[in-house]
């Protein structure tokens, strides 16, 4: 994976904002959501999934832990 170019991670973070806007109420309250370049078309959401069953990467593991553990439904 290519590390993004300045002008990429300030377009991704635009369209991130705006779709948070535009979805933020429908989504669950704990999910991960993958966004990407499609070739000819710009930024775009790839792909959705629960927190419990998504890779950490290189993400920070306390921060994922919280997503993971607010995923969670007690009983």
């Known amino acids: 994976m ?3 170019s300045e002008q990429e991670e300030i ?3 635009s369209f991130f904002d ?3 806007r535009k979805y933020a109420s429908t989504l669950p309250p704990a ?3 993958d966004f990407g370049i499609i ?3 710009g930024w775009a ?3 959705a999934n ?3 069953c998504s890779g950490l990467y290189a993400c920070d ?3 994922a832990l919280e997503v993971i553990v607010e995923s969670c439904v007690k009983n």
């Open 2 to 4: 290519n590390p993004l």
């Open 11 to 13: 377009d991704m973070f």
């Open 31 to 33: 999910i991960v959501l």
């Open 18 to 20: 705006s779709f948070i």
């Open 61 to 63: 593991a306390e921060k």
């Open 39 to 41: 070739k000819e078309k």
């Open 45 to 47: 959401l790839i792909e």
């Open 50 to 52: 629960p927190a419990w």
